[in-house]
C-alpha cells in the first residue's frame, strides 16, 4: 500500500537519474554532498592501466564509486577505515600509478564494499585487508577541493565519541548549506512570490537528504544540496489538500505535505532545523488552504466512521496519519492490528467470533500462559516499570513484513546483511504463532495487509534470502489453507477488517493504540505498557548534556519503536453497526421493519419518506408569512391532526393559528410574563406551555380555558418536553423534574393529578432538555456551557460535558440516540457520543445557532442573522444558506414526513415551509 506506493516513485526517481546509487546505500543518519564524473584506475603487475568509467560520490561517512557498467559493483569505502587519503604524486608515494599523477586521489584503507554486481540486490560483499584504490577525477582543478573535503569528513568518523562526530558532521553539512542557496531561476513562473525561504532536509524511508526550502503564492520547492534525485521538487499549492505537523526524532520539526484527501503516501515530508522555520512554512500553507480545504480532527473522522462513512480501514488510515505515523517515517510507520485469529482452518468463517483476534487486549496479553510469566518479572522489575521488552511497531518489523519490495532497506538497516533465513518472514501462521507464543514478539500489522498490492507477500526480485533449517529456500510468504493465492488472502483479510465482528470491537484496539488505555492506570489495567522511551515525552532530548548520551539515546529510541501521539483520552465510542440500510433510524423502527420483502410497513414509508426528505432539504421553499406576535416567538407546536398551530412568545401570549383557514383563531393568557415552549397532548385536546413566571400551564383547546397549573419551579422554566403523561421540565432553579400528569375525570372537563417522580439537579440554571426517541435519555443545556446526560430509568447523570462557553441555546438526541447535537452562545455546534461522553465533533458559525432538527447526518439550524442553514457534518462544513426571518431564527418545527417546516423568529413572524422534490 503505502510503502509500495513510495517505492514505486523511488524507481521511477532513478529512472530519471539513470543511477543504481541511492541513499540507501549509505549508512543511518549519513549525508549525500556532492557528485564528481570520475575514472577507477585498475592497475596489473605491469603497470598497465585500465580504467572503469563512473561517478565518485563524496558521504558524510563514506566514499562510492557508481560505475556506469551494470555488471560491475558499486564500491564502498568506509571514511573511518582509510589509512592515507592524498592527492596522487603526493609526498613522492604511490609509484605504482607512476604514468598520469595528474588529477588523482589515492586511498589506503582496510575495508571495503562491493554492493549490486551484475545489478543485483544482494548481503554486501565486504574485502578485509590493506588496500589501494585510485580515482581519476574529470576535473583535474577539482581534486585539492575533494581530497581537502574527504581528510576534513576522515577527521570527524575517527573521532572517538559518537557525538563528537555527529557535532562535527553537523557543522560541515550546516556549511554548506549556509555558502549556497535556492536557484530561484527554478520557479515555474517570473511573476511567482517569494514568501520564505530556509534551510530543511526531505525525509524518506531510513534517509534524509539536506537542501533548501523556498515557498512563493502559487508553489513549494525543495531543492537538494547535492541535486539528487532532482535539481528540484515542485508542488503546486493548489494540489495541496492536507498538511501534518510531525514530531521527527522525538523534535517537532517535520511536516507533511499530502496531494490527496485518503492516501497515506505524502507528496513530500521535509525535516526543519528550526521549529520556527516549520511553524512558518505551515502557517503559509494554512493560510493557503484555509479557504479550500476542510480541516478534519479525529473526533470528526470518528463522526465519520461511526456512522459509516467512511470504512474501517479508511479511519485506521486517518487516526494514524493524526498520531504522526507515517510511511517515511520507519520509527513511527503505521500500524494495523493483527485481525484474524485462524490460520490452519480450510475455509474462513467470518461469522464465528472465534476466527477473530480479542481486540481488547495488546498481543502481548493474548497468550494467557506467556501473560503470568511477563507479570512476574514485571512485578519484580525496579521502576520504571515495563512489560513488555520490544515495541508492537518499528523499523525492523516494518522491513521484516516488507523485505520482498524492500530489500534495500532492510540492507541498509542491517549492515548489508538480510536476517537468517529462519527468522525471516517465512510464513502467515508462523508469524502470528510467534506473536502469540514468543518471548520477545508483540509486533502488530502494517497497511499493506489490508491493501490492494500482494506484492510484499511475493518474492518476484528472485532474491536470495537464503536456506531454512532442512534445505528449503525462502521464497514466497507461506499463506494460510483459506487462501488460494495472494490476492484472495488480502481481499479475505479486508473482508475481516470491515466485517461486524470488527466493526463493534475496533473501538477497544484504538483504546489500546491511540487512546486512554495507552498511558497510565488504565494502561497498566489492560497490560499494556512498553518501555518508558517508546512514549511521546518520555524523554526530553534537549535536557541531555552528554553529546554521546544523546546520540545513543535517540538512536535506542529510533531503532525500538514509538508509541503513537495519544488521539483519545476516554473511551472511544463504539461504531454504530445497523441491521438496515439505513445508519440513522431508531433500534425501535429497526425492529418494526416488514420481515416481508414484498410488504412494506407504514414506518418503511416513513423512514423512507424521512430519508427523501432530509436529501433534498437545501430545497426548501418559503411560502407563506404571518405576524401574529408583539415579541419574540419562543415555542411552536402543531396538533396531530395538523389543522393547528400554537405558538409562545416573549409577549406572554399562547397564539391558535390555523392552517386551513390561514387565520388567528385564538390569544390566550396566562400571566404578564413571557412563555417559553408549547406542547400539543395526544388527542388535540390539551396544550402545554411554560412561563417565566415558574409555572406550566394546561390550556384545553375544547373548552377554550386553562385547564390546571403546575407551581413546580423556583425559577423560570425554560422548556418541556411529554411522553406517555409524563412531563419533564427544565427551570432556570437549577433543576429538570420529571412529573407523572394523570388525567382525572372532573365534572364535564379533564384535571390532572400531579406527581413529581425525580429532580435532576443541576450547578445552574437550565436553559434547554430534549428527549431520546425511546425517552429513555434526557439531554440537559445549561447557561454555562455544559451538556448533561441523564439516564432516566435511574435519574442519574452518565455523563457532564463542558461544550460551550455561553448558554446552551439547544441540545437533541440524533434518531438512533448514538449521539447528542449542541448549539450555543459561542457559535459552535458539538456532537457528543452518547455511550462514551466523547466530544467527537465540533464545527464553528459566523453568528450562534439558535435552534435546530437533525437526522443524525445533516442539520437544519436557525441563525441568529435569521438565516436557515443547512449543515453537513460529516464534512464539517455548510451546504446551504437560506434566508428566511429579519431577526433571529429562535423555534423550528417539523412534521413528521420531515416535508413541512415553520419557523418562528425574533421578528415575531412564523414562517411556513415546503420541500421542493
Known amino acids: 500500500m503505502a510503502?509500495?506506493?513510495?517505492?514505486?516513485?523511488?524507481?521511477?526517481?532513478?529512472?530519471?537519474?539513470?543511477?543504481?546509487?541511492?541513499?540507501?546505500?549509505?549508512?543511518?543518519?549519513?549525508?549525500?554532498?556532492?557528485?564528481?564524473?570520475?575514472n577507477h584506475i585498475l592497475c596489473d603487475s605491469h603497470q598497465n592501466e585500465r580504467k572503469i568509467r563512473g561517478s565518485l560520490k563524496i558521504c558524510s561517512k563514506s566514499l562510492i564509486f557508481e560505475p556506469d557498467k551494470t555488471f560491475q559493483p558499486i564500491i564502498k569505502i568506509p571514511l573511518r577505515d582509510c589509512i592515507k587519503i592524498e592527492k596522487q604524486g603526493d609526498n613522492g608515494a604511490n609509484k605504482l600509478f607512476a604514468k598520469s599523477q595528474h588529477g588523482r586521489i589515492s586511498l589506503v584503507f582496510s575495508q571495503v564494499y562491493f554492493i549490486k554486481e551484475h545489478n543485483i540486490v544482494a548481503p554486501y560483499k565486504i574485502e578485509r585487508g590493506k588496500m589501494q584504490y585510485v580515482f581519476e577525477l574529470d576535473m583535474a582543478g577539482k581534486v585539492e577541493d575533494v581530497v581537502e573535503t574527504l581528510l576534513q569528513l576522515h577527521r570527524a568518523s575517527c573521532l572517538?565519541?559518537?557525538?563528537?562526530?555527529?557535532?562535527?558532521?553537523?557543522?560541515?553539512?550546516?556549511?554548506?548549506?549556509?555558502?549556497?542557496?535556492?536557484?530561484?531561476?527554478?520557479?515555474?513562473?517570473?511573476?511567482?512570490?517569494?514568501?520564505?525561504?530556509?534551510?530543511?532536509?526531505?525525509?524518506?524511508?531510513?534517509?534524509?537528504?539536506?537542501?533548501?526550502?523556498?515557498?512563493?503564492?502559487?508553489?513549494?520547492?525543495f531543492q537538494p544540496l547535492n541535486g539528487y534525485p532532482k535539481p528540484v521538487v515542485q508542488i503546486t499549492l493548489q494540489d495541496v489538500r492536507r498538511i501534518y505537523k510531525r514530531r521527527h526524532g522525538l523534535m517537532p520539526l517535520g511536516l507533511e505535505v499530502f496531494c490527496t484527501e485518503d492516501d497515506l503516501c505524502s507528496d513530500i515530508y521535509l525535516k526543519f532545523y528550526e521549529s520556527q522555520d516549520r511553524d512558518e512554512l505551515y502557517f503559509?500553507?494554512?493560510?493557503?488552504?484555509?479557504?479550500?480545504?476542510?480541516?478534519?480532527?479525529?473526533?470528526?473522522?470518528?463522526?465519520?466512521?461511526?456512522?459509516?462513512?467512511?470504512?474501517?480501514?479508511?479511519?485506521?488510515?486517518?487516526?494514524?496519519?493524526?498520531?504522526d505515523r507515517s510511511c517515511n517515517d520507519l520509527s513511527q510507520y503505521p500500524v494495523f492490528p493483527w485481525i484474524i485469529n485462524d490460520y490452519f482452518?480450510?475455509?474462513?468463517?467470518?461469522?464465528?467470533?472465534?476466527?477473530?483476534?480479542?481486540?481488547?487486549?495488546?498481543?502481548?496479553?493474548?497468550?494467557?500462559e506467556r501473560l503470568e510469566r511477563l507479570l512476574i518479572r514485571y512485578q519484580e522489575m525496579p521502576d520504571p516499570k515495563f512489560m513488555y521488552g520490544s515495541h508492537y511497531s518499528s523499523p525492523g518489523y516494518v522491513l521484516f513484513y516488507l523485505v520482498r519490495i524492500a530489500p534495500e532497506h532492510m540492507l541498509c538497516l542491517q549492515n548489508g546483511r538480510f536476517d537468517h533465513a529462519d527468522r525471516m518472514f517465512n510464513s502467515i501462521a508462523e508469524t502470528w504463532k510467534n506473536c502469540l507464543d514468543g518471548a520477545t514478539d508483540f509486533k502488530e500489522l502494517i497497511p499493506e495487509f489490508y491493501g490492494d498490492d500482494f506484492s510484499f507477500l511475493v518474492n518476484s526480485l528472485k532474491l536470495d534470502l537464503g536456506k531454512r533449517q532442512g534445505g528449503k529456500m525462502v521464497d514466497d510468504v507461506e499463506l494460510p489453507p483459506w487462501a488460494s493465492d495472494p490476492k484472495d488472502f488480502l481481499q479475505k483479510s479486508k473482508e475481516a477488517l470491515e466485517s461486524n465482528y470488527v466493526s463493534e470491537h475496533l473501538h477497544e484496539w484504538i483504546d489500546l493504540i491511540f487512546g486512554y488505555k495507552q498511558k497510565g492506570n488504565e494502561a497498566i489495567g489492560a497490560h499494556n505498557i512498553f518501555h518508558p522511551l517508546t512514549y511521546e515525552g518520555g524523554v526530553d532530548l534537549n535536557s541531555i548534556e552528554d553529546p554521546d548520551e544523546k546520540v545513543a539515546m535517540l538512536t535506542q529510541i529510533l531503532e525500538f519503536g514509538q508509541t503513537p501521539k495519544q488521539l483519545f483520552v476516554i473511551p472511544h465510542p463504539r461504531r454504530i453497526t445497523p441491521k438496515t440500510k439505513s445508519l440513522s433510524q431508531p433500534s425501535s423502527q429497526s425492529a418494526s421493519l416488514a420481515d416481508s420483502p414484498g410488504e412494506e410497513s407504514f414506518e418503511d414509508l416513513t423512514e423512507e419518506s424521512r430519508t427523501l426528505a432530509w436529501n433534498n432539504i437545501t430545497k426548501l421553499k418559503l411560502y407563506e408569512t404571518y405576524k401574529i406576535h408583539k415579541e419574540a416567538v419562543t415555542g411552536i407546536a402543531v396538533s396531530y391532526n395538523g389543522s393547528s398551530v400554537f405558538t409562545t412568545s416573549q409577549d406572554s401570549t399562547l397564539k391558535m393559528f390555523s392552517k386551513e383557514s390561514?387565520?388567528?383563531?385564538?390569544?390566550?393568557?396566562?400571566?404578564?410574563?413571557?412563555?417559553?415552549?408549547?406542547?400539543?397532548?395526544?388527542?388535540?385536546?390539551?396544550?402545554i406551555s411554560s412561563s417565566w413566571d415558574n409555572n406550566v400551564y394546561f390550556y384545553s383547546i375544547a373548552f377554550g380555558r386553562r385547564q390546571d397549573t403546575l407551581m413546580g419551579h423556583d425559577d423560570a422554566v425554560s422548556k418541556i418536553s411529554w411522553h406517555n403523561n409524563r412531563l419533564y421540565s427544565a427551570s432556570w432553579d437549577s433543576t429538570v423534574k420529571v412529573w407523572s400528569c394523570v388525567p382525572l375525570e372532573m365534572t364535564g372537563t379533564k384535571r390532572h393529578h400531579f406527581e413529581l417522580l425525580a429532580e435532576l439537579e443541576h450547578d445552574v440554571s437550565v436553559d434547554t432538555i430534549s428527549l431520546n426517541a425511546a425517552s429513555t435519555l434526557l439531554v440537559s443545556g445549561t447557561k454555562e456551557g455544559s451538556v448533561n446526560i441523564w439516564d432516566l430509568s435511574t435519574a442519574t447523570m452518565l455523563h457532564q460535558i463542558a461544550c460551550h462557553s455561553g448558554t446552551?441555546?439547544?441540545?437533541?438526541?440524533?434518531?438512533?440516540?448514538?449521539?447528542?447535537?449542541?448549539?450555543?452562545?459561542?457559535?459552535?455546534?458539538?456532537?457528543?457520543?452518547?455511550?462514551?461522553?466523547?466530544?467527537?465533533?465540533?464545527?464553528?458559525?459566523?453568528?450562534?445557532?439558535?435552534?435546530?432538527?437533525?437526522?443524525?447526518?445533516?442539520?437544519?439550524?436557525?441563525?441568529?442573522?435569521?438565516?436557515?442553514?443547512?449543515?453537513?457534518?460529516?464534512?464539517?462544513?455548510?451546504?446551504?444558506?437560506?434566508q428566511g426571518h429579519t431577526g433571529a431564527v429562535t423555534s423550528i418545527w417539523m412534521n413528521e414526513q420531515c416535508s413541512s417546516i415553520i419557523t418562528g423568529g425574533e421578528d415575531r413572524q412564523i414562517m411556513f415551509w415546503k420541500l421542493q422534490y
Open 3 to 38: 510503502f509500495i506506493r513510495k517505492k514505486q516513485r523511488e524507481q521511477q526517481l532513478q529512472l530519471y537519474s539513470k543511477e543504481r546509487f541511492s541513499l540507501l546505500l549509505l549508512n543511518l543518519e549519513e549525508y549525500y554532498f556532492e557528485q564528481h564524473t570520475a
Open 808 to 882: 446552551v441555546y439547544s441540545a437533541a438526541f440524533s434518531p438512533d440516540s448514538r449521539h447528542v447535537l449542541s448549539t450555543g452562545e459561542d457559535g459552535c455546534l458539538k456532537v457528543i457520543d452518547v455511550q462514551t461522553g466523547m466530544l467527537i465533533s465540533s464545527m464553528t458559525s459566523e453568528h450562534p445557532q439558535r435552534c435546530f432538527l437533525w437526522d443524525g447526518n445533516c442539520v437544519l439550524a436557525g441563525s441568529q442573522s435569521g438565516e436557515l442553514l443547512v449543515w453537513d457534518l460529516i464534512e464539517a462544513r455548510v451546504s446551504e444558506r437560506i
Open 284 to 323: 503559509y500553507i494554512a493560510t493557503y488552504l484555509e479557504n479550500h480545504v476542510t480541516e478534519h480532527t479525529a473526533e470528526s473522522y470518528m463522526l465519520q466512521w461511526q456512522r459509516g462513512h467512511i470504512s474501517n480501514y479508511q479511519y485506521l488510515l486517518h487516526l494514524n496519519n493524526l498520531a
Open 345 to 368: 482452518s480450510a475455509e474462513l468463517d467470518l461469522s464465528n467470533p472465534e476466527t477473530f483476534r480479542d481486540l481488547s487486549k495488546p498481543i502481548g496479553a493474548l497468550n494467557k
Open 160 to 221: 572517538d565519541k559518537l557525538g563528537d562526530q555527529t557535532a562535527m558532521i553537523t557543522a560541515i553539512l550546516q556549511s554548506r548549506l549556509a555558502r549556497t542557496s535556492f536557484d530561484k531561476n527554478r520557479f515555474q513562473s517570473l511573476s511567482e512570490i517569494l514568501k520564505m525561504e530556509c534551510k530543511a532536509e526531505m525525509v524518506t524511508p531510513l534517509v534524509t537528504n539536506p537542501g533548501h526550502v523556498c515557498i512563493t503564492d502559487t508553489n513549494l520547492y
Open 662 to 687: 390561514r387565520t388567528l383563531q385564538r390569544s390566550i393568557s396566562f400571566s404578564n410574563m413571557a412563555l417559553s415552549s408549547c406542547l400539543v397532548l395526544p388527542g388535540d385536546n390539551t396544550v
